[in-house]
């Protein structure tokens, strides 16, 4: 097995990663990793990164879309909770079981989004306090 394999399979022969070589119009100053190896005794650079296309494209909702969805079904899980609650009260409920289930769901969503914002005020603080 090679360094450069895992378990036979290897980033290489994927084509995952590929190897750069001098580019045309390539800087005098950069050096290549043969260059930069023979200086070096034989340490060899990482290769650079390569952007696969398609990877790394934003889709999809943001982080305050998704911010602003969990805040409104915890809101509609409140309220479902109240709701069935009431209406048990009233007797248009027979089930406790579902009841209760919705009072929990409802409660540990609430202590979620607390301790998420507790976490973020906590990060907050920190990065405000930090010397520059």
């Known amino acids: 097995m090679s360094i450069g394999s895992v378990n036979g399979f290897s980033p290489f022969a994927a084509g995952l990663i590929r190897p750069e070589g001098p580019q045309v119009g390539q800087q005098a100053g950069l050096q290549t990793g043969q260059q930069l190896g023979q200086q070096t005794g034989g340490i060899q650079t990482p290769f650079a990164p390569q952007v ?19 805040v409104d079904n915890l809101a509609q899980a409140q309220n479902t909770a109240s709701q069935r609650a009431r209406d048990f009260e009233m007797g248009l409920e027979t089930d406790l079981a579902s009841v209760m289930i919705d009072q929990q769901i409802s409660s540990l969503g609430f202590q979620f989004a607390l301790n998420v914002r507790n976490k973020a005020l906590g990060a907050y603080r920190d990065i405000i306090n930090m010397p520059v």
């Open 52 to 70: 696969m296309p398609g990877i790394g494209e934003a889709k999809g909702p943001g982080f305050g879309e998704r911010v602003a969805g969990a």
